[in-house]
């Protein structure tokens, strides 16, 4: 009798949230085909969308170079901006997001390492590692590319059609990319909106990738 209790308050979660959502799809009609396409690409690692519901404070390495440590915060506070459903701030007490400078076991120049609740898809903390071997230009690419993976958005090979921070960049030559590295300064335009849908209440932790591009292509028919 318990477990029916149980199961009978969880079906009633999943119906309410799913008629939430095809209510206020709608806001995607405010972003290019283009955009909605990247961000189908880059919401998902495995079949759910996995993201924060609570406040995030993020712990920045000391050992960090004073230039480093002022990029990472203006960063931090435009994705702040972007998300204006939780609060963003930069603390060295009750972190929940860990920036470190230090080398991963993995031997890459950076790595993400994202913590789930218990039989949930809500994120608990996170972990980016940036090693000290990234040259100066390296640091702030890799930085905003694993911050993606901490706010829950990961990779595609499928999009080449502009510069991202997660899709596939092609570049006609080694001088393109080295500009490319030097000049970036702030999260470029694609990913800031990916990051804005994909913390649109209407995006619910847990969807599949069935459920969201159903709901996509119910909102833009
Ligand atoms: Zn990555």
Known sequence: MKYKI????FLSFFDFACTQQNKSMAFLSKYSKLEIEYYQQIAFKEDKIRKWDEDIVIYIDPKFDDQFKKFAARIIFE?????????????????????????????????????????????????IWLSPLNSKNELRFNFCHELMHAFGLYHTKKFQKTH??????????????????????????????????????????????????????????
């Open 79 to 127: 994705v702040d901006s972007l998300i204006p459903n939780l609060k963003i701030n930069i603390s060295d007490k009750n972190y929940n997001i860990q920036i470190l400078y230090e080398d991963n076991n993995l031997n890459t120049m950076g790595a993400a390492s994202t913590k789930l609740y218990f039989l949930s898809s809500k994120i608990k903390s996170s972990i």
């Open 164 to 221: 991202s921070l997660m899709g596939y960049n092609m570049f006609k030559s080694i001088e393109d990319f080295e500009v490319f590295r030097e000049t970036f300064h702030s999260i470029p335009s694609i990913d800031k909106k990916a990051l804005e849908i994909h913390y649109n209440e209407c995006i619910e932790s847990g969807l599949s990738k069935k459920d969201l591009l159903l709901l996509i292509n119910q909102s833009l028919s």
């Open 6 to 9: 149980i199961l009978f308050a």
